[in-house]
């Protein structure tokens, strides 16, 4: 009986659709600003908020005016999942705990997603509210070059240099952990192909770094304002983070590197604080990751000091949505990825975001897919199984309309998309829960030290 049903869902039209990376399709900055009017359409959630069961286990103890506190914060969560899993801990955990201990140390954050985030959308605003409240500053990892376009950096490659990501180029390997790698098949010496970044007065960081993959010790020149070095990177198997200098602004050009060297991007880094990497590949559904390996993930994030891993996925199966089915496969194929995840970086936590809501016009009527909300709730029970915290992206949309109550107020496009408004609206959110189980985490510690 289990075989036939999985030859069945095979069998479903939207289902092989979803898995061949049919998708999201990204739209211009105009068409994400323009308000679109009508009617709600359907959908299986109401987006209410639904009150958030106290974690009895870690509860029990605290006295009763640190209970109420605890109580008042947690009632004011709407969106965030983070409640005890099979480890007997809470999701967050390792996160907040990196916080409290941060020091004059960095602590990372790597955000993973589609289009909905690609070119440093909703990471930005993100990174400069928790920087605000935490410091540091910066831009983290920055491609050699993207399709998307970014806020205060501008990305050139002349010829010769290769781009593969994960979602595009399945048979290539030794990806980084943003899924995205560049080299030049060119072994000429006297080639040297260039790679050109500006950085804008906007940015304010403190030093400037090259992430690269396994290298054979090639050779690069970095030229800037102030002049031109030259570099070797170190011989290596696995890669790691060559220092440039202290920060650059305007034109930052890098010649060389061929001969097999594998380059992920600048790194505009901080002394301490926050930083945030943004990993956005368009039209991803997030499967490729797989292709990252544990080792690599491992490296990286204790090079880093990586203690936050969000995965952003699912608006770009919405479409093809049908019926619980359809979204109960989507569902465990996710699971995968996030228990992928979850087993690479056991000192890190894992916050899984749904996809949000989308919509299409109907008889001249623009309406929400029904089962947008169906999809979410699956990734939900996805990341609690797997051990995750989760934040339901979908809901917080439902609250003010859904899909066609944010295009009307400018927050986002019919097909989800969120405009700069809308990105910052969905980051504050966000932010304001996590920092509300973050006062948690601080409470619930302190009266065990007490």
């Given at each position: 009986m289990g075989l036939i049903c999985v030859v069945v869902l095979f069998s479903i039209p939207e289902t092989k659709a979803w898995m061949n990376g049919h998708g999201f399709v990204f739209t211009s900055i105009d068409d994400l600003q323009k308000s679109l009017s009508g009617k709600d359409g359907a959908s299986k959630r109401t987006g209410k908020a639904k009150p958030k069961a106290l974690d009895t286990a870690l509860t029990r103890k605290l006295n009763a005016a640190v209970k109420l506190k605890v109580d008042s914060i947690k009632s004011k969560n709407h969106f965030l999942d983070n409640n005890i899993n099979e480890q007997k801990v809470k999701p967050l955990d390792a996160f907040f705990q990196a916080l409290l201990g941060m020091g004059d140390s960095a602590v990372r954050i790597w955000y993973y997603g589609d289009s909905q985030i690609e070119g440093d959308r909703i990471s930005q605003d993100l990174r400069s509210l928790l920087q605000g409240k935490f410091g540091g500053n910066g831009q983290g990892l920055v491609p050699l070059s993207d399709i998307a376009g970014y806020r205060n950096v501008t990305l050139k490659t002349g010829p010769g240099w290769i781009r593969h990501t994960v979602f595009s180029n399945r048979k290539s390997s030794d990806f980084g952990f943003s899924g995205v790698k560049f080299f030049t098949s060119y072994q000429d010496s006297n080639f040297n192909p260039y790679a050109q970044i500006f950085i804008?007065?906007?940015?304010?960081?403190?030093?400037?770094?090259?992430?690269?993959?396994?290298?054979?010790?090639?050779?690069?020149?970095?030229?800037?304002?102030?002049?031109?070095?030259?570099?070797?990177i170190p011989k290596s198997n696995m890669g790691g983070r060559l220092y440039l200098g202290k920060a650059e602004y305007g034109n930052v050009s890098l010649n060389g590197a061929g001969g097999g060297t594998i380059l992920y991007g600048y790194m505009l880094e901080s002394n301490r604080g926050i930083q945030i990497d943004n990993c956005g590949i368009r039209g991803h559904s997030g499967d490729g990751l797989f292709l990252i390996s544990d080792g690599m993930l491992k490296m990286q994030a204790k090079m880093l000091n990586t203690k936050l891993c969000i995965l952003h996925y699912g608006n770009n199966a919405i479409p093809y949505i049908k019926n619980e089915q359809v979204a109960e496969y989507v569902g465990n194929e996710l699971k995968r990825l996030f228990v992928k995840f979850r087993n690479a970086l056991p000192g890190v936590s894992i916050l899984v975001v749904s996809g949000g809501d989308m919509g299409r016009t109907i008889d001249g009527v623009p309406q929400s897919y029904p089962y947008a909300g169906l999809l979410a709730e699956k990734i939900g029970v996805a990341a609690a199984e797997a051990g995750c915290a989760f934040f339901d992206m979908h809901s917080l949309m439902a609250k003010d309309g859904g899909i066609v109550g944010w295009t009307q107020k400018g927050w986002a496009g019919l097909d989800g998309h969120l405009s700069p408004a809308g990105q910052m609206q969905f980051a504050k959110t966000l932010y304001q829960e996590l920092m509300g189980e973050y006062e948690v985490y601080q409470l619930i510690n302190q009266n065990r030290n007490q």
């Open positions: 804008s007065n906007n940015i304010k960081y403190d030093r400037l770094y090259l992430l690269h993959g396994k290298s054979n010790g090639d050779k690069l020149t970095l030229t800037t304002a102030t002049g031109k070095k030259s570099f070797e």
